[in-house]
């Protein structure tokens, strides 16, 4: 089945600082999704991008499907960013399930 | 309703018990799914139902574990002769399909399951 992979796997940042998270993936995909899981274990949908860019807020995602990765930018990180953020693709053949990433631990100190 | 709902949101049950999870996904959303989470750990996928296809039950751990989906809604998820192992947090997800494309994934609250 296709492999998903993220890094870093941990991530500690001071507030206000800005971090990159990767997502990639080992085969053509038709749905990419980025995830937070916040603290008390809600996971929250951060974006739907199988493919191009996309911005809310502080928080912006690329995927580039050809090269099967995606990025998630988070600029000027709070402490309610803290969490853990996953990735989660569906392969490009109808009717298969998600497959998700391990995750990335970001942990923001005040 | 407007969310993925799960009941109950917290069971602890004795080894040995049946337990009965259930999942009301979102409105009109033909895709469900159920995943697991261990303490600490990623999303372990279970289960997938699709409109009238039959599901993907390719993840499910053993044969104590076994899901329903009724009327293309509400689904059940059911764990006979629970082991400590079982102990997690069970999680159940929705999407809308339209053809071969899926849809935004959406995520309950989940079931968190302690079996002593």
């Known amino acids: 089945g296709i492999q998903v992979e993220q890094s870093p796997p941990d991530l500690i940042l001071q507030e206000g600082a800005n971090s990159t998270l990767r997502c990639n993936f080992s085969d053509s995909v038709n749905n990419l999704q980025w995830f937070h899981q916040n603290p008390w274990g809600q996971l929250i949908n951060l974006f739907y991008?199988?493919?191009g860019t996309k911005q809310n807020g502080r928080l912006s995602a690329t995927t580039v499907a050809t090269e099967r990765y995606s990025l998630l930018y988070i600029s000027s990180s709070q402490t309610t960013d803290s969490g853990v953020y996953f990735c989660?693709?569906?392969?490009?053949?109808?009717?298969?399930?998600?497959?998700f990433g391990p995750g990335t631990r970001l942990s923001v100190l005040p | 309703g407007a969310g993925v709902s799960q009941s109950p949101s917290n069971k602890v049950t004795e080894k040995g018990k049946d337990v009965e999870l259930r999942c009301d996904p979102i409105s009109g959303h033909t895709a469900l799914y159920w995943y697991r989470q261990s303490l600490g750990q990623g999303l372990e996928f279970l289960i997938y139902?699709?409109?009238?296809?039959?599901?993907?039950k390719s993840g499910l751990p053993s044969d104590r574990f076994s899901a329903e989906r009724t009327g293309g809604s509400v689904s059940t998820l059911t764990i006979q002769r629970t082991q400590q192992e079982d102990s997690a947090v069970y999680l159940c997800a929705s999407s809308r399909t339209s053809g071969r494309y899926t849809g935004e994934l959406f995520f309950g609250e989940g079931s968190r399951l302690t079996v002593l």
């Open positions: 991008i199988p493919s």
């Open positions: 139902f699709q409109g009238n296809s039959a599901p993907d």
């Open positions: 989660a693709v569906e392969r490009d053949n109808y009717g298969q399930n998600f497959v």
